[in-house]
């Protein structure tokens, strides 16, 4: 069961494919096994819907991975919705149009998330399908996280969460804080001192036979 766990991991990062800013020169690999596990991700598209192979690109690449695998998941890193006029005249609302389109599977806030304001933008998170996830994004009223931490995917019996966090934290707007306010991520465990990454794993590794 070890072992084969263990295959599992190596097929994960073998397979493990990044579609950086839209970028077009992705790496190909050529997935053999029906059971590998694709994760495809953006970050900084920043309103770049044409640039590189463009969200249309994206799209269709998602699909021609579909058709070796099962198990493609698509993640935003953050940074998506600001950065051009499409994202400046709705503020955001395009992109995150595009994005439910797209089909992502998971999606973190950047920094440039909060650009049109706090409300907005939790305005637009409740409108992305799959959901923004941060761990260290707190509401300073009741201490929960605003969002889920992780998000859990299964592929058939494997398991991987999917943990993630803000970073920039200091770009966010000072106004809203005084609602909801953003830990500092620590990757440190100090004595009886979690950060929110760490106890977040920690959450996460009482489930069986998952991936973090
Ligand atoms: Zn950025």
């Not at 020169?25 to 495809?40: E, H, R, S, Y």
């Not at 640039?51 to 799209?59: F, K, P, S």
């Amino acid at each position: 069961m070890k072992e084969r766990m263990k295959q599992r991991l190596l097929s994960l990062l073998l397979a493990m494919a990044m579609v950086c800013s839209l970028t077009a020169g992705m790496p190909v690999t050529a997935f053999g096994a029906d059971q590998d596990i694709v994760v495809l991700y953006t970050n900084d598209v920043h309103c770049g819907v044409d640039d590189n192979i463009g969200y249309a690109g994206l799209a269709l690449y998602k699909k021609q991975m579909q058709q070796q695998t099962p198990y493609v998941t698509l993640v935003d890193a953050g940074d998506a919705i600001q950065g051009a006029p499409i994202g400046t005249l709705s503020e955001g609302g395009y992109l995150i149009d595009i994005m439910n389109y797209v089909g992502y599977d998971v999606a973190v806030p950047g920094n440039h998330e909060f650009d049109y304001g706090m409300s907005r933008f939790l305005e637009l998170a409740g409108r992305l399908n799959c959901g923004y996830y941060a761990c260290n994004f707190m509401d300073k009223a009741t201490g929960a996280t605003v969002f889920a931490p992780y998000k859990m995917i299964a592929y058939g019996d494997t398991k991987i969460a999917y943990v993630l966090s803000l970073i920039h934290i200091l770009t966010l707007p000072t106004s809203d804080l005084v609602q909801i306010s953003v830990v500092a991520l620590s990757l440190k465990k100090k004595k009886g001192d979690y950060g929110p990454l760490q106890f977040t794993r920690d959450t996460v590794k009482r489930h069986k036979n998952r991936y973090i």
